[in-house]
């Protein structure tokens, strides 16, 4: 925990919160607060804030939280994952990792090689979810906490994207696709002639994830009709859960590069 990250309802009139569970347990044996120690913390999704610890028992800790506005804010995440629904084990794996790679939002969605099953897991609930993915915002150091839709079908949620980004790819394990920032770059500058072949950092990112395997035929012509920019890491197959964090890793990297790597200005493909 590189942050205490709480929501503006769990504290009363005087700003104390009292913690129990995991956050607690982390206050009293990991970090070993006594009453009068300060806490980085923060506003789920509002602002950076203090944490003055009061009590410190065996089963709760209870915090004082106050604005803390001369704490700059991290930069806005603006990547985005549409990621084809996992099998439960492997979602509980990813969801705390996507908000330290900056994410915004997910979407997690049916796929022709998902499971119908999958969709009764009790982690889609957002009472068991939402603590998971406080949990990475947690560790990331920041309070942004992701958005997430869930949406059995894959063809409705691409016609219910935003128009916003700066590009949008697609995730396949193929030999043809290099995993290059000139990919990204070009789409970028499809999308937005503006730029002179420059991608629009301003502007979101999307990427789509699919199932070990990848995305059906069908799916990938589908996708390739909204726009998106075929991606791969190559042709070995990875899980799930390590497909994404490398992909979101190297799509961030990528999406940042522009501004650092004059190689990567490219012009769109024609």
Request: glycine share 8%; hydrophobic share 40%; aromatic share 6%.
């Given at each position: 925990m590189n942050r205490l990250v709480i929501w503006r309802e769990e504290c009363d009139a005087q700003g104390q919160v009292t913690l129990t569970g995991r956050r607690a347990e982390h206050i009293r044996t990991i970090l070993k607060c006594t009453p009068g120690d300060t806490l980085r913390?923060?506003?789920?999704n509002?602002?950076?804030?203090?944490?003055?610890v009061l009590e410190v028992g065996m089963e709760t800790c209870v915090v004082n939280v106050?604005?803390?506005?001369?704490?700059?804010?991290p930069p806005p995440p603006?990547?985005?994952?549409?990621?084809?629904l996992p099998r439960?084990?492997?979602l509980e794996r990813i969801l705390p990792q996507l908000p330290p790679l900056g994410v915004r939002n997910i979407?997690?969605?049916?796929?022709?090689?998902v499971e119908k099953s999958f969709f009764g897991s009790q982690l889609l609930k957002r009472e068991n979810y939402l603590p998971v993915l406080v949990e990475g915002v947690e560790q990331s150091g920041g309070v942004h906490v992701p958005g997430l839709r869930v949406e059995r079908n894959l063809r409705r949620l691409l016609g219910d994207l935003p128009q916003d980004y700066a590009c949008k790819l697609l995730a396949h394990p193929e030999t043809e696709v290099a995993p290059t920032p000139s990919h990204v770059i070009a789409s970028g500058a499809k999308q937005h002639p503006s730029t002179g072949g420059k991608l629009n950092v301003a502007a979101p990112l999307l990427v789509a994830i699919g199932c070990e395997g990848g995305w059906t035929e069908r799916e990938r012509a589908w996708m390739d009709e909204a726009g998106f920019a075929r991606f791969s890491l190559g042709e070995r197959i990875l899980r799930t859960d390590t497909a994404s964090v490398a992909i979101l890793?190297?799509?961030g990297w990528m999406a940042n590069a522009p501004q650092t790597m004059p190689f990567c200005h490219i012009s769109p493909p024609p």
């Amino acid at each position: 925990m590189n942050r205490l990250v709480i929501w503006r309802e769990e504290c009363d009139a005087q700003g104390q919160v009292t913690l129990t569970g995991r956050r607690a347990e982390h206050i009293r044996t990991i970090l070993k607060c006594t009453p009068g120690d300060t806490l980085r913390a923060g506003f789920a999704n509002e602002c950076m804030a203090v944490g003055t610890v009061l009590e410190v028992g065996m089963e709760t800790c209870v915090v004082n939280v106050r604005e803390a506005p001369d704490e700059p804010m991290p930069p806005p995440p603006r990547m985005d994952v549409l990621l084809a629904l996992p099998r439960p084990r492997f979602l509980e794996r990813i969801l705390p990792q996507l908000p330290p790679l900056g994410v915004r939002n997910i979407y997690l969605c049916g796929a022709d090689r998902v499971e119908k099953s999958f969709f009764g897991s009790q982690l889609l609930k957002r009472e068991n979810y939402l603590p998971v993915l406080v949990e990475g915002v947690e560790q990331s150091g920041g309070v942004h906490v992701p958005g997430l839709r869930v949406e059995r079908n894959l063809r409705r949620l691409l016609g219910d994207l935003p128009q916003d980004y700066a590009c949008k790819l697609l995730a396949h394990p193929e030999t043809e696709v290099a995993p290059t920032p000139s990919h990204v770059i070009a789409s970028g500058a499809k999308q937005h002639p503006s730029t002179g072949g420059k991608l629009n950092v301003a502007a979101p990112l999307l990427v789509a994830i699919g199932c070990e395997g990848g995305w059906t035929e069908r799916e990938r012509a589908w996708m390739d009709e909204a726009g998106f920019a075929r991606f791969s890491l190559g042709e070995r197959i990875l899980r799930t859960d390590t497909a994404s964090v490398a992909i979101l890793a190297v799509a961030g990297w990528m999406a940042n590069a522009p501004q650092t790597m004059p190689f990567c200005h490219i012009s769109p493909p024609p």
